[in-house]
């Protein structure tokens, strides 16, 4: 798409709603900052276990 997209700070917390970029955000190292993950958000195991959930039931 070629799309540059600027952000005028970096996040500094971050709820994953989706499992795939959940685990996008664990390979990037980012785990301080995901405060929270879906209950479909199953990898990576430690977040599942750790983190709390957002969403519904």
Do not use: A
């Amino acid at each position: 798409m070629k799309r540059e997209v600027l952000l005028p700070v970096f996040p500094l917390r971050i709820i994953s709603l989706v499992p795939s970029q959940t685990e996008l955000l664990f390979e990037l190292g980012l785990g301080e900052r995901v405060v929270g993950v879906t209950k479909f958000c199953v990898h990576p195991k430690e977040w599942f276990d750790s983190k709390p959930r957002v969403g519904g039931h």
